[in-house]
């Protein structure tokens, strides 16, 4: 099992940034991506952007040149920064983790991130 706390969720204006956390603990060896998903009221959860261990990245394309996600592996730590912040980008963000050896998916409890116009 794979657990996974994420923290950094706020209120923020057209234009600013945040940075989301997410610390993973357990059995996380087995992981082999992380990533951060996103989700509003009636719309299916979708990819914001997700990185390997080795540290390949892929972005959605309405974040890329404004999102950047990291990890620090000796922390098992995941980081989303989103900078250039539009309304649009409001939702709940999840962070996820991915054995695949297992197939296996693990999500956090998710972040409400919401930017005002």
């Known amino acids: 099992q794979v657990q996974l706390v994420e923290s950094g969720r706020g209120l923020v204006q057209a234009g600013g940034s945040l940075r989301l956390s997410c610390a993973a603990s357990?059995?996380?060896?087995?992981?082999?991506?992380m990533g951060w998903f996103r989700q509003t009221p009636g719309n299916q959860r979708e990819l914001v952007a997700i990185?390997?261990?080795?540290?390949?990245?892929n972005y959605a394309d309405s974040v890329k040149g404004r999102f950047t996600i990291s990890r620090d592996n000796a922390k098992n730590t995941v980081y989303l920064q989103m900078n250039s912040l539009k309304p649009e980008d409001t939702a709940v963000y999840y962070c996820?983790?991915?054995?695949?050896?297992?197939?296996?998916?693990?999500w956090g409890q998710g972040t409400q991130v919401t930017v005002s116009s």
């Open positions: 357990g059995s996380i060896f087995s992981i082999n991506i």
């Open positions: 990185i390997t261990r080795a540290g390949t990245t």
């Open positions: 996820n983790a991915h054995a695949a050896q297992y197939n296996v998916d693990y």
